[in-house]
């Protein structure tokens, strides 16, 4: 029996999930990037594979089957996002969408004022 319970070892897979595939893959990308130190070329991969990481995300918070894997991915996907734990509130305790409805509703205002013209 191999490491993942499966009865069959002759899986095109290491040990750790790896198929020869992608270790080509790796090869591969390493010859094209031997400028950078192997530290340099793990973060370019890990950049490459960011926007398919974020789609994973993205797809686990819609459509995992287990309440809590989406409710994780999606903490996950507002944390990565710049988006605040609390009250939603800016610095000033204002709403972050409040400034740009305050320039919309001023915007109006003066039109209906006549202090623009459309």
């Given at each position: 029996?191999d490491?993942?319970?499966?009865g069959?070892q002759?899986?095109p897979?290491d040990?750790?999930?790896?198929?020869?595939?992608d270790l080509a893959?790796?090869?591969m990308?390493?010859e094209?990037?031997?400028h950078?130190?192997?530290?340099?070329q793990?973060?370019?991969?890990?950049?490459?594979?960011s926007?398919?990481?974020?789609?994973?995300?993205v797809?686990?918070?819609?459509?995992?089957t287990?309440e809590?894997?989406r409710?994780?991915?999606?903490?996950e996907?507002?944390?990565?996002t710049g988006v605040?734990?609390?009250?939603?509130?800016?610095e000033?305790g204002?709403?972050?969408?409040?400034?740009?409805?305050?320039?919309v509703?001023q915007?109006?205002?003066?039109?209906?004022?006549g202090?623009?013209?459309?």
């Amino acid at each position: 029996m191999d490491n993942f319970g499966n009865g069959d070892q002759n899986l095109p897979f290491d040990e750790f999930g790896v198929s020869d595939d992608d270790l080509a893959a790796l090869k591969m990308e390493r010859e094209m990037l031997t400028h950078q130190t192997p530290v340099q070329q793990a973060r370019t991969i890990l950049e490459e594979a960011s926007p398919m990481a974020a789609l994973q995300l993205v797809r686990l918070a819609q459509m995992a089957t287990n309440e809590n894997v989406r409710l994780r991915a999606a903490t996950e996907i507002l944390n990565r996002t710049g988006v605040e734990k609390g009250d939603g509130k800016n610095e000033e305790g204002k709403e972050p969408w409040s400034d740009l409805f305050d320039k919309v509703v001023q915007t109006v205002e003066d039109y209906a004022n006549g202090s623009k013209k459309g």
